[in-house]
């Protein structure tokens, strides 16, 4: 079994990251998976949620990833979302203002978006 697994996360607009990793956790629709080498074949859906990838080296990147969807074949995992950011390219500010102005619209979509934000912001710090 390998002891790496290439990771590509890709928005519509850009590829956000790509590169090695040992492990990777997602929010999908049935609930969190973590995708280590030689994972099963998998195929889900992403839910809105903070993106782990742990890296060889020991690092670790955080993405917030708002739909899309996860694949996994020969050791190679695709991210594919609507939208993605690294957590160093989230401004936690504006991600804080944002969150308490979806909350005072009692926008429950807004407020998840921006909660997402903000907790992959702070989990990459």
Do not use: Y
Not at 103 to 114: C, S
């Amino acid at each position: 079994m390998a002891a790496e697994l290439h990771v590509a996360l890709v928005a519509a607009d850009r590829e956000v990251w790509s590169g090695e990793a040992t492990l990777v956790v997602a929010r999908t629709t049935s609930g969190d998976i973590g995708v280590m080498p030689g994972h099963q074949p998998l195929l889900g859906v992403l839910e809105s949620g903070p993106v782990t990838i742990r890296t060889p080296e020991g690092g670790t990147v955080v993405a917030a990833v708002h739909g899309g969807f996860i694949s996994f074949a020969d050791n190679k995992l695709s991210l594919l979302a609507e939208i993605a950011e690294l957590s160093d390219e989230i401004d936690v500010q504006r991600a804080e203002q944002e969150l308490a102005r979806a909350k005072a619209e009692d926008d429950a979509e807004a407020q998840r978006a921006a909660d997402v934000r903000l907790r992959a912001a702070t989990a990459g710090r």
